[in-house]
């Protein structure tokens, strides 16, 4: 069975602090695809990153970067300079790849950020 | 760029009442799925459906059905609602392996 763990419920740093947030997940699926998404207090969904299992090199986007390791079956997410804008409930999730895109994401439970200024 | 689409984006309803959400992908995308999320929860997947034939069934309740429609907008359909329906309700869409969520419909059962 797939599972992901976000062991942080919670997370609260001053603005321009580093902060990450720990994902680790569970599949027995040899191939899969790891995502991060951001829910704003408006409620939507923002999809950050996608990463597929045979590909562990680490990513940057900005003030973003994921580290995706899979010895440890995890997937953290660094954000650089946090500003009060990254304040959000941010999500990691699995799926399985088939051979069609019809794959259910799980969610971890989410890590809630708040960014002090 | 185009974003899906859902409506309504609130929708209150009574105990019992039955409710249609709708959803309109993002073009050309083939595959649109259904999530719930509780209050401080994360979304749960309920059904997804690939060139208009359900591909895959999560915890959707029997009193829910959707299909996806020849345009491939795709309706959920809820009868019998019940206080723990309340929750916002996500469609997504994906032509690959990115799923892309709409803003999400909230509904609360009174």
């Known amino acids: 069975a797939q599972k992901v763990t976000q062991a942080q419920t919670e997370i609260s740093v001053v603005e321009k602090e580093d902060v990450t947030l720990d994902c680790v997940y569970e599949t027995r699926d040899t191939t899969y695809y790891l995502f991060w998404y951001k829910q704003p207090p408006s409620g939507e969904l923002v999809f950050l990153i996608r990463?597929?299992?045979?590909?562990?090199q680490n990513e940057i986007s900005g003030r973003y970067s994921w580290n995706f390791q899979k010895s440890t079956s995890s997937f953290n997410f660094t954000i650089t300079a946090s500003q009060v804008v990254d304040s959000a409930v941010y999500f990691c999730a699995l799926s399985e790849a088939k051979y069609s895109s019809a794959s259910k994401i799980i969610f971890g439970s989410g890590t809630r950020l708040s960014i002090r200024p | 760029a185009a974003g899906v689409i859902q409506s309504p984006r609130h929708l209150i309803k009574e105990k019992r009442e039955t409710a249609t959400l709708k959803c309109y992908p993002i073009p050309r995308h083939d595959t649109v799925y259904w999530y719930q999320q509780g209050p401080g929860q994360d979304p749960q997947f309920l059904i997804s459906?690939?060139?208009?034939?359900?591909?895959d069934k999560g915890s959707i309740p029997d009193r829910f059905s959707a299909q996806q429609f020849s345009d491939y907008h795709s309706e959920l359909n809820m009868s019998s609602l019940e206080l723990g329906d309340s929750a916002l309700y996500f469609c997504a869409s994906s032509l690959e392996e990115t799923q892309y969520f709409g803003p999400g419909t909230r509904l609360l059962v009174l």
């Open positions: 990463r597929n299992s045979f590909d562990e």
């Open positions: 459906f690939y060139e208009k034939m359900q591909s």
